[in-house]
Nanobody, 124 residues
């Protein structure tokens, strides 16, 4: 089993920045692709981006448009989501997830382990 714990979500004004963290435990962290997803009220969970186990490969959903960056520190067993130029439509619960089974995973069913989520609210 792998445990994932997100942190860093809070209320932020439009145009602001926020960095989310996801701390992992229980497995060999560098073996896992790590993904970020989000879910807004009344909407389905959607893919935000992923980073490979080595950290050398990343991919993002189109709506990110260069505003978000995923990074990881395998020594600290932590993955980060840096979010800049935040918009009200970025308001959602953000989840990190881990998969050892699929490479370049963008669908939620491809991920084996999930955190509990952290709330991000973008509002004046």
């Amino acid at each position: 089993q792998m445990q994932l714990v997100e942190s860093g979500g809070r209320l932020v004004e439009p145009g602001g920045s926020l960095r989310l963290s996801c701390a992992a435990s229980g497995r060999i962290f560098s073996n896992y692709y790590m993904g970020w997803f989000r879910q807004a009220p009344g909407k389905e969970r959607e893919f935000v981006g992923y980073i490979s186990g080595s950290g050398f490969s990343e991919s993002y959903a189109g709506f990110v448009k260069g505003r978000f960056t995923i990074s990881r520190d395998n020594a600290k067993l932590t993955v980060y989501l840096q979010m800049n130029s935040l918009k009200p439509e970025d308001t959602a619960v953000y989840y990190c997830a881990a998969t050892e089974t699929f490479f370049k995973a963008t669908a939620h069913f491809q991920y084996d382990y999930w955190g509990q989520g952290t709330q991000v609210t973008v509002s004046p």
